[in-house]
């Protein structure tokens, strides 16, 4: 069997401590043929580790080498250019979160990928993983109808990093993420909205279908912060239903660094809670009753190896499931991007 040839552009802290080890486990079918980062000493230690053909601090070296599939972990201002560039290379691409800093860049990507035949993954983890899959096809066969009202909540031990007094507590030990990544708004977009409140958009939007029409949002950014570290959101959905997003970053540490993460919605036919934190799906429907559906102990900690095996099944044919393809992605940067429209201007933001 052919490997399949991989390129890596943006191979920091995270694509160091997720997306390599992940593809290194099945390196009988993966070949390591570029690799692109800031920094030669770093560059080198990567090209060393995981044997790298390539190595170079532009991104289309990489590509000139030819790759079958690539893992773009840039900053997020850089995701745009880099996937474009890789989807017209012809690669299958794995793009870290948040997808982009804008819903047009998104929608382009998402029509390249369409237009070229190649798969296009977003990096959101919960959404691959079982407890959620069972979730989604759950809902899928019954469902709840038209979304009336959803409630996201997301606390996540952030605010060392977006603080800039800290660094992240999944980061690789090689090598400190990058600062002006998380904290520089012309880089990262903003703060915890775009760092992990894109992980919870995701996971809703995957779950019910759901997009965004237009925002409300305050967002605060105590201790001096570049960059928000908590966000109140009003979205207004499309078929008339209302949405409420809260975030919080909160101290390191906190609850054994176990991410609160849940989605409450309630529907025309029925409602559900999904609780990555507490480890429980349930669903309810008039005439039915409830169903808790099984969840195993561990299932809701977050497995940041999963997108990356799941592009490789995805390309081999293994599967045709993408829980966190473009398309999802562009959902989530609409509502981002008119949350800081409105957090901006103080006004309601709408989709135009």
């Not at 809902?139 to 660094?167: C, F, K, N, P, Y």
Request: charged fraction near 20%; glycine fraction near 12%; include cysteine.
């Amino acid at each position: 069997m052919t490997k399949l040839r991989l390129g890596v552009i943006g191979a920091g802290s995270w694509a160091l401590a997720a997306h390599l080890p992940a593809l290194e486990a099945v390196s009988d079918e993966v070949e390591f043929v570029g690799v692109c980062r800031h920094g030669e000493e770093a560059l080198g230690r990567v090209k060393e580790r995981f044997g790298f053909q390539v190595a170079s601090q532009d991104h289309r070296d990489v590509l000139a080498a030819g790759v079958d599939i690539a893992v773009v972990a840039s900053p997020t201002a850089d995701h745009y250019e880099h996937a474009m560039a890789a989807l017209e290379a012809g690669a299958h691409v794995l793009c870290e979160k948040p997808f982009t800093l804008t819903a047009t860049q998104a929608w382009s990507l998402v029509d390249t990928a369409e237009r070229s035949g190649r798969h296009l993954l977003v990096s959101f983890g919960w959404n691959f993983s079982p407890m959620i899959a069972r979730a989604r096809e759950a809902l899928g066969a019954t469902g709840i109808g038209a979304v009336e009202h959803m409630a996201v909540t997301m606390s996540s031990q952030t605010r060392e990093l977006l603080a800039d007094t800290g660094a992240y507590p999944d980061a690789s030990q090689d090598s400190a993420p990058e600062q002006a990544t998380w904290t520089d708004p012309q880089k990262s977009g903003g703060g915890y909205a775009q760092a992990q409140l894109s992980h919870a958009l995701a996971l809703a939007f995957g779950l019910t279908g759901a997009r965004a029409r237009g925002a409300f949002a305050l967002m605060s950014a105590p201790l001096g912060a570049r960059v928000e570290l908590h966000d109140a959101i009003c979205l207004a959905l499309d078929g008339g239903g209302i949405c409420s997003v809260g975030g919080a970053s909160s101290f390191l540490g906190a609850d054994g660094n176990k991410h609160h993460l849940a989605v409450e919605a309630v529907g025309s036919d029925g409602q559900f809670t999904v609780d990555v934190f507490r480890e429980r799906v349930s669903i309810f429907r008039p005439g039915q009753g409830q169903v808790d559906l099984p969840v195993t102990p561990g299932e809701g900690a977050y497995d940041g190896s999963r997108p990356a095996r799941r592009l490789v099944d995805l390309v081999r044919g293994r599967t045709t499931d993408n829980p966190a393809p473009g398309e999802l992605g562009a959902r989530t940067v609409e509502a981002l991007e008119l949350a800081y429209r409105s957090a901006s201007s103080g006004l309601f933001e709408a989709l135009a």
